[in-house]
């Protein structure tokens, strides 16, 4: 039987930042162009399970998120779509992040997927993606605030966070691993189809007790 990853170990790094970037490959003059943008968005649909592992309490959280991303480069500036998936271990207070995210923007939309390490509902993590209609892809940093029954408050290109590193190991309750090929909406994406068994929650059930932004 196959079974969740339990074991979530953190180690200290040093790492250089990389601020966001949007990179231009449609045969024009090649172009690297920096961009920041700060994001908002609350969660609109929540399900969760949990999962005992040999170091505390795991709960596996599937979310879809709606907001808003700002910034003064149009191709990352409008509407905003998250999806993701949260596996998180209250009594070590560390886990990881994975989704996908969708602007819509004046010439388009820019979509692409993004991971990070969950530090006591501070993410720190990486985003990619391509500006559609502009034909730029786009590379950079992410930091947040997080708890999947509420939503995020982050930034892309700028902010600072700690540098965390984690390894996931083991397996706990239910069938497949952590991330496959199919996202929470189903769609193709970095977050896994199956969760862990266990005791199923609702809409708006927390991963962490007492905790607060």
């Known amino acids: 039987m196959h079974r969740k990853p339990l074991a979530a170990f953190a180690v200290s790094v040093t ?41 505390g309490t795991y709960t596996l959280t599937k979310g879809w998120y709606n907001g808003t991303a700002t910034s003064t480069d149009p191709r990352i500036s409008g509407p905003l779509t998250l999806r993701a998936q949260t596996f998180y271990n209250a009594t070590t207070k560390l886990g990881t992040v994975d989704g996908t995210f969708s602007v819509k923007t004046a010439n388009g939309h820019t ?19 391509e500006a559609r209609g ?60 199956t969760g862990p068994s266990g005791k199923h929650h609702g809409h708006g059930h927390k991963h962490r007790h007492g905790h607060k932004h």
């Open 15 to 55: 790492a250089l930042a990389l601020a966001g970037f949007a990179l231009a490959h449609d045969g024009s003059p090649a172009s690297v162009m920096p961009v920041s943008a700060a994001f908002t968005a609350t969660v609109t649909h929540s399900h969760s399970r949990t999962c005992t592992g040999a170091d």
């Open 134 to 193: 502009a034909r730029a892809h786009l590379v950079g940093n992410l930091t947040a605030t997080f708890d999947p029954a509420s939503g995020f408050d982050g930034q892309v290109g700028s902010g600072t966070s700690d540098d965390t590193a984690v390894f996931a190991s083991g397996r706990c309750g239910g069938h497949g691993g952590p991330s496959g090929p199919s996202g929470p909406s189903g769609a193709s994406g970095p977050s896994g189809a």
């Open 111 to 129: 979509r692409g997927q993004f991971t990070a390490v969950d530090t006591d509902g501070t993410l720190s993590g990486f985003a990619r993606g």
